[in-house]
């Protein structure tokens, strides 16, 4: 029946008051704090050394009225270690709250006997929630180092390495396992904690959620535990429809939210959502009630175009006004302003995006994040030329340690990698490449475990998926291609057998890219194939019938239906091979309605999306599609989309532009 503000609550609750722990606080102040906490009962305290000794005191007050209640007080000579004295302070105010023996868990035996390591871990906490990922886990290294057997502070690694390099982060695993194997001393609902992140990395979502709901069944005011529950929730991705886990992720962040207005790591996870659903022509729409419901499927649409635009416009107005909650509670992280520039981009308000890059700016000047954002929002204005010429100087000018000391570290990859979307679409490689490259050295400065998945010994699995999307995309160049898709084949041969699928899908992209570009070399394809015991995808099927002379298997393959179970780890957009498939099947109206909607306004400009670099392509295709249905005007525009968008392209995508000319000529060229 005890509820107390933990550390991270109070911490939050000080930030949002501009104070920091330290500060005196006035009981006035306290009232304050402990009003927008929901509690009734607030406990000041005050310490007075005198030689040796120190006499602690803690006053207890009604937090409605401003009496005092009660007063607890301790005198020892505590020597280096003051923590058995607040131990024994804390018995007391616990008597006096009529709280039960049992409950009572020394602060060091249920931590650590160091002082030292005791400090470094708070230490990493309050990083933790500044967001400072880098610091927090530089602090909770420390801690370990001085004592090897501190659960708690392997459990905050694991949930720091957790947001700097994701779920499948080897070092992050280690350090639940490790935080597992020390837990004895802890109460139940931290072990219950340990036990339910660890499931949770694992990929075990189903036994994550059972835990947390467990706590939950104990305190429903459990904010820790309503996060937890929604990133079970967000990270379970069985089946294509994620509808129904979003929704369940989403209810779950905003009762966090809820209980702890400042609980900044849920804000994460509900942005990611909401921009997902804010797009022109989003895969999910948010419908009332907090609901994701998916908006089509293999056979068409499934919901009104009605229904659609009405909830792209609710997500961008709660887009919005989540990212000016964000700010308030953490006006200097730049990933709190980062979600308010994407809700304003998703609305189309560019100006008001770039207005908020300068307030920041005006807090950080040499923030070397900035001009990658500040680009993004040009680009998705419209402002190519202008973007990509401040993404060269750029990456001209940055250095990987220049991005060390800074927070929000899967931000900084992502503002990054961003860079390769201008620079595909214009189709210069080259520097599309040198993003994605600078990127990965980022990446491995700020993560100090460079590799991407347990097994990978060079580190190179990240950097290696990212350029086999580009040139797969942008269908060349070969030589480039083969060499990632070399590569990929060699690290599944070298890897661990349970790594080995992993490792050789790191180079699918690419497999698929020397078949459908302009190589047209199926042999990776079929290695790929016999190394990974799958199938490809059925639009790459498709196109190997075709080009057997099999339009039967082609046509049967592009009939399959997509079915929940049914899952590739091909990281390629389906779509344009579809088309691509039916236009070689002389089916040009399908290939045309397949490619409905594959335009920049439904792009992503936020992280990489390869499909800026397979723009030109598909406009290629809807071309020569148009053009074969007679319907000389719209191609005539295609092809000159075509021109104009790779008017600069590297030379290895020449023959596609000499495909548009040639188009030009036939439809002929106005203009």
Same mark, same amino acid.
């Given at each position: 029946?005890?509820?107390?503000?933990?550390?991270?609550?109070?911490?939050?609750?000080?930030?949002?008051?501009?104070?920091?722990?330290? /500060?005196?606080?006035?009981?006035?102040?306290?009232?304050?704090?402990?009003?927008?906490?929901?509690?009734?009962?607030?406990?000041?305290?005050?310490?007075?050394?005198?030689?040796?000794?120190?006499?602690?005191?803690?006053?207890?007050?009604?937090?409605?009225?401003?009496?005092?209640?009660?007063?607890?007080?301790?005198?020892?000579?505590?020597?280096?270690?003051?923590?058995?004295?607040?131990?024994?302070?804390?018995?007391?105010?616990?008597?006096?709250?009529?709280?039960?023996?049992?409950?009572?868990?020394?602060?060091?035996?249920?931590?650590?006997?160091?002082?030292?390591?005791?400090?470094?871990?708070?230490?990493?906490?309050?990083?933790?929630?500044?967001?400072?990922?880098?610091?927090?886990?530089?602090?909770?290294?420390?801690?370990?180092?001085?004592?090897?057997?501190?659960?708690?502070?392997?459990?905050?690694?694991?949930?720091?390495?957790?947001?700097?390099?994701?779920?499948?982060?080897?070092?992050?695993?280690?350090?639940?396992?490790?935080?597992?194997?020390?837990?004895?001393?802890?109460?139940?609902?931290?072990?219950?904690?340990?036990?339910?992140?660890?499931?949770?990395?694992?990929?075990?979502?189903?036994?994550?959620?059972?835990?947390?709901?467990?706590?939950?069944?104990?305190?429903?005011?459990?904010?820790?535990?309503?996060?937890?529950?929604?990133?079970?929730?967000?990270?379970?991705?069985?089946?294509?429809?994620?509808?129904?886990?979003?929704?369940?992720?989403?209810?779950?962040?905003?009762?966090?939210?809820?209980?702890?207005?400042?609980?900044?790591?849920?804000?994460?996870?509900?942005?990611?959502?909401?921009?997902?659903?804010?797009?022109?022509?989003?895969?999910?729409?948010?419908?009332?009630? /907090?609901?994701?419901?998916?908006?089509?499927?293999?056979?068409?649409?499934?919901?009104?175009?009605?229904?659609?635009?009405?909830?792209?416009?609710?997500?961008?107005?709660?887009?919005?006004?989540?990212?000016?909650?964000?700010?308030?509670?953490?006006?200097?992280?730049?990933?709190?302003?980062?979600?308010?520039?994407?809700?304003?981009?998703?609305?189309?308000?560019?100006?008001?995006?770039?207005?908020?890059?300068?307030?920041?700016?005006?807090?950080?000047?040499?923030?070397?994040?900035?001009?990658?954002?500040?680009?993004?929002?040009?680009?998705?204005?419209?402002?190519?030329?202008?973007?990509?010429?401040?993404?060269?100087?750029?990456?001209?000018?940055?250095?990987?340690?220049?991005?060390?000391?800074?927070?929000?570290?899967?931000?900084?990859?992502?503002?990054?990698?961003?860079?390769?979307?201008?620079?595909?679409?214009?189709?210069?490689?080259?520097?599309?490449?040198?993003?994605?490259?600078?990127? /990965?050295?980022?990446?491995?400065?700020?993560?100090?475990?460079?590799?991407?998945?347990?097994?990978?010994?060079?580190?190179?699995?990240?950097?290696?998926?990212?350029?086999?999307?580009?040139?797969?995309?942008?269908?060349?160049?070969?030589?480039?291609?083969?060499?990632?898709?070399?590569?990929?084949?060699?690290?599944?041969?070298?890897?661990?057998?349970?790594?080995?699928?992993?490792?050789?899908?790191?180079?699918?992209?690419?497999?698929?890219?020397?078949?459908?570009?302009?190589?047209?070399?199926?042999?990776?394809?079929?290695?790929?194939?016999?190394?990974?015991?799958?199938?490809?995808?059925?639009?790459?099927?498709?196109?190997?019938?075709?080009?057997?002379?099999?339009?039967?298997?082609?046509?049967?393959?592009?009939?399959?239906?997509?079915?929940?179970?049914?899952?590739?780890?091909?990281?390629?957009?389906?779509?344009?091979?579809?088309?691509?498939?039916?236009?070689?099947?002389?089916?040009?109206?399908?290939?045309?309605?397949?490619?409905?909607?594959?335009?920049?306004?439904?792009?992503?400009?936020?992280?990489?999306?390869?499909?800026?670099?397979?723009?030109?392509?598909?406009?290629?295709?809807?071309?020569?599609?148009?053009?074969?249905?007679?319907?000389?005007?719209?191609?005539?525009?295609?092809?000159?989309?075509?021109?104009?968008?790779?008017?600069?392209?590297?030379?290895?995508?020449?023959?596609?532009?000499?495909?548009?000319?040639?188009?030009?000529?036939?439809?002929?060229?106005?203009?």
């Amino acid at each position: 029946d005890l509820s107390v503000v933990d550390h991270e609550r109070l911490h939050d609750l000080l930030a949002r008051h501009r104070l920091k722990v330290g /500060d005196d606080i006035g009981l006035d102040m306290a009232r304050r704090l402990a009003r927008e906490a929901g509690v009734w009962t607030v406990v000041l305290g005050d310490f007075t050394p005198a030689g040796d000794s120190l006499h602690l005191t803690a006053r207890v007050f009604d937090v409605a009225s401003g009496r005092r209640v009660d007063v607890a007080q301790v005198d020892d000579r505590p020597g280096s270690d003051v923590r058995p004295m607040f131990d024994a302070l804390a018995a007391k105010l616990l008597d006096l709250s009529g709280a039960p023996n049992e409950i009572r868990i020394g602060l060091a035996r249920s931590t650590t006997q160091s002082l030292e390591a005791f400090r470094a871990y708070l230490a990493g906490v309050e990083q933790l929630n500044r967001w400072d990922l880098i610091g927090a886990e530089q602090s909770l290294q420390r801690a370990i180092g001085l004592d090897s057997t501190f659960g708690l502070a392997y459990y905050r690694l694991a949930l720091t390495r957790g947001w700097i390099a994701g779920t499948e982060d080897s070092l992050a695993n280690w350090a639940m396992t490790r935080a597992t194997s020390y837990s004895g001393n802890l109460p139940v609902h931290e072990r219950t904690v340990f036990n339910a992140f660890r499931s949770f990395l694992g990929g075990q979502n189903a036994e994550a959620r059972a835990l947390y709901q467990q706590l939950l069944a104990r305190d429903s005011g459990d904010a820790d535990a309503w996060y937890g529950l929604g990133d079970a929730w967000y990270h379970d991705d069985e089946g294509r429809d994620q509808g129904p886990a979003w929704t369940q992720a989403m209810r779950a962040f905003k009762r966090a939210l809820a209980l702890d207005p400042n609980y900044a790591l849920a804000y994460e996870h509900i942005h990611s959502m909401l921009g997902e659903a804010a797009v022109t022509n989003p895969l999910y729409a948010l419908l009332p009630g /907090d609901s994701f419901a998916i908006t089509r499927s293999s056979n068409g649409p499934t919901m009104d175009s009605v229904t659609v635009n009405a909830s792209v416009r609710r997500a961008r107005a709660e887009a919005l006004s989540s990212a000016r909650s964000w700010v308030s509670t953490q006006p200097t992280t730049f990933r709190a302003h980062g979600a308010m520039v994407n809700a304003y981009v998703a609305a189309g308000n560019y100006q008001a995006a770039l207005s908020e890059v300068q307030r920041f700016r005006a807090i950080t000047p040499l923030h070397p994040e900035v001009p990658f954002v500040e680009a993004r929002i040009r680009f998705a204005r419209g402002d190519i030329d202008q973007a990509a010429a401040q993404l060269r100087t750029a990456l001209d000018s940055v250095a990987p340690k220049d991005f060390r000391s800074y927070q929000g570290v899967p931000g900084v990859l992502a503002d990054i990698v961003a860079a390769a979307n201008v620079f595909a679409y214009q189709g210069d490689l080259d520097n599309a490449a040198k993003a994605i490259e600078l990127a /990965d050295q980022v990446r491995r400065e700020v993560s100090h475990k460079p590799e991407w998945a347990a097994g990978d010994l060079k580190g190179d699995s990240w950097r290696r998926a990212m350029l086999a999307e580009l040139y797969s995309a942008a269908g060349a160049p070969a030589s480039s291609l083969r060499q990632i898709w070399q590569s990929a084949a060699e690290a599944s041969r070298m890897g661990p057998a349970e790594k080995r699928k992993h490792l050789v899908h790191t180079g699918a992209s690419a497999a698929v890219g020397l078949f459908t570009g302009l190589a047209g070399d199926s042999t990776a394809l079929t290695e790929l194939q016999a190394m990974s015991g799958e199938p490809p995808p059925k639009e790459v099927r498709a196109l190997l019938a075709v080009s057997r002379g099999d339009s039967s298997a082609a046509r049967r393959a592009l009939a399959e239906p997509d079915t929940a179970a049914k899952k590739h780890m091909y990281p390629v957009y389906s779509r344009p091979y579809a088309a691509q498939a039916y236009y070689l099947l002389g089916d040009y109206q399908t290939a045309l309605r397949v490619l409905e909607g594959f335009e920049p306004s439904n792009l992503y400009t936020a992280g990489f999306d390869s499909r800026w670099g397979m723009l030109g392509r598909v406009r290629l295709l809807r071309g020569a599609a148009y053009e074969r249905l007679g319907r000389r005007a719209e191609a005539r525009e295609e092809y000159q989309r075509v021109m104009k968008q790779w008017r600069s392209a590297d030379p290895e995508l020449q023959p596609f532009i000499d495909q548009a000319r040639r188009g030009l000529a036939r439809v002929g060229y106005s203009g």
